[in-house]
């Protein structure tokens, strides 16, 4: 039900619903000696000629609860057939570091030494992002150390390959 009511600076307010009605009332902008009709009507009443509209709406009814849960078992425990039903646990785990693969390809494959370091450095910083709780961090971190140690032995073993073919040709000089 809407209303237009005429409020104390003498304005006209149109499709006032009843829970402002009710609000302005108990705010007193307005009173119940107030000009009102309901929309569409065409004469002039007061607010207090419409006591339906006044009046509390009665407070929602509670929706009915499922049945109590079982004695011992925690909320928010699915029971399935009277068995309490775990929810498997989800283990955060930190993403490789690749610390293995590049300390082997630094000190194996010295020929490449500084692409190594750069791969032991990223492959240290996936810790550090993660125990920061940078996951997005670790992440990138854990992308470059495998890069960069993929890079590692790319170059470094065919150059290590090319170093010991040339030491058995030459005869052991190099």
């Known amino acids: 039900m809407y209303f237009t009511v005429i409020g104390p600076d003498l304005r006209e307010y149109e499709l006032i619903d009843a829970a402002t009605l009710r609000r302005w009332v108990r705010q007193r902008r307005l009173d119940l000696a107030s000009p009102a009709k309901e929309f569409g009507d065409t004469g002039?009443?007061?607010?207090?000629?419409?006591?339906?509209s006044l009046e509390e709406p009665?407070?929602?009814?509670?929706?009915?609860?499922?049945?109590?849960?079982?004695?011992?078992t925690p909320p928010g425990l699915r029971m399935v057939d009277g068995?309490?039903?775990?929810?498997?646990?989800?283990?955060?785990?930190?993403?490789?570091?690749?610390?293995?693969?590049?300390?082997?390809?630094?000190?194996?494959?010295?020929?490449?030494?500084p692409t190594g370091l750069f791969a032991l450095w990223f492959s240290l910083a996936v810790g550090r992002c993660w125990r920061a709780g940078d996951r997005?961090?670790?992440?990138?971190?854990?992308?470059?150390?495998?890069?960069?140690?993929?890079?590692t032995l790319c170059i470094?073993?065919?150059?290590?390959?090319?170093?010991?073919?040339l030491s058995a040709k030459l005869g052991g000089l190099l």
């Open 58 to 72: 009665p407070p929602p009814v509670p929706e009915a609860a499922g049945p109590p849960p079982v004695l011992g």
């Open 44 to 52: 002039w009443r007061t607010v207090g000629d419409f006591p339906s």
């Open 156 to 165: 470094g073993f065919p150059i290590a390959l090319l170093a010991w073919w």
């Open 136 to 151: 997005e961090g670790a992440e990138r971190a854990s992308f470059w150390a495998r890069a960069w140690c993929l890079l």
């Open 83 to 113: 068995i309490p039903v775990i929810p498997p646990m989800e283990f955060d785990r930190p993403p490789p570091s690749y610390l293995l693969a590049s300390v082997l390809a630094s000190l194996f494959l010295l020929s490449c030494f």
